[in-house]
Nanobody
Framework: QVQLVESGGGLVQPGGSLRLSCAAS????????MDWYRQAPGKQRELVAR???????NYVDSVKGRFTISRDNAKNTVYLLMNSLKPADTAVYYC???????????????WGQGTQVTVSS
C-alpha cells in the first residue's frame, strides 16, 4: 500500500558530501513527521534528524551544523544533505514517515529499506 524508497547513498571521502532522498508512494492521504535514522554495525539505530509537516527540524547533536533535513510535501519526499562527512557517519541510513493512508483512521509508521553510507579514504 505504501512504499518508501531511498536513494543517494554510497562511498565518500572524509570531508565530502552526500544527499539522500526518500520518496513515499501509494495510498497516501497525509504525511506527518518524516525522519532519518541510521544504524552502524554493532550499534543501535539512532534518530539523526526529524522534520515536521510544517518544517520544524531537530537533529542529533553529532550532526548539527553538518546535516540538513528538508522535505517537498508535494512530492512526498524527504531529503538529507550531509556535509563534512566523517568516518563515524558510516552507517545504513533509513527514512521513516508517519503516514495516514486513504481510508485509515490513524497514522501508521513506515520505513524505507535503507541505503548504505560509507565514509572512508
Amino acid at each position: 500500500q505504501v512504499q518508501l524508497v531511498e536513494s543517494g547513498g554510497g562511498l565518500v571521502q572524509p570531508g565530502g558530501s552526500l544527499r539522500l532522498s526518500c520518496a513515499a508512494s501509494g495510498s497516501i492521504f497525509s504525511i506527518s513527521a518524516m525522519d532519518w535514522y541510521r544504524q552502524a554495525p554493532g550499534k543501535q539505530r539512532e534518530l539523526v534528524a526529524r522534520i515536521t509537516r510544517g518544517g520544524t527540524t531537530n537533529y542529533v547533536d553529532s550532526v548539527k551544523g553538518r546535516f540538513t533535513i528538508s522535505r517537498d510535501n508535494a512530492k512526498n519526499t524527504v531529503y538529507l544533505l550531509m556535509n563534512s562527512l566523517k568516518p563515524a557517519d558510516t552507517a545504513v541510513y533509513y527514512c521513516n514517515a508517519e503516514i495516514l493512508t486513504i481510508g485509515a483512521m490513524t497514522y501508521g509508521d513506515y520505513w524505507g529499506q535503507g541505503t548504505q553510507v560509507t565514509v572512508s579514504s
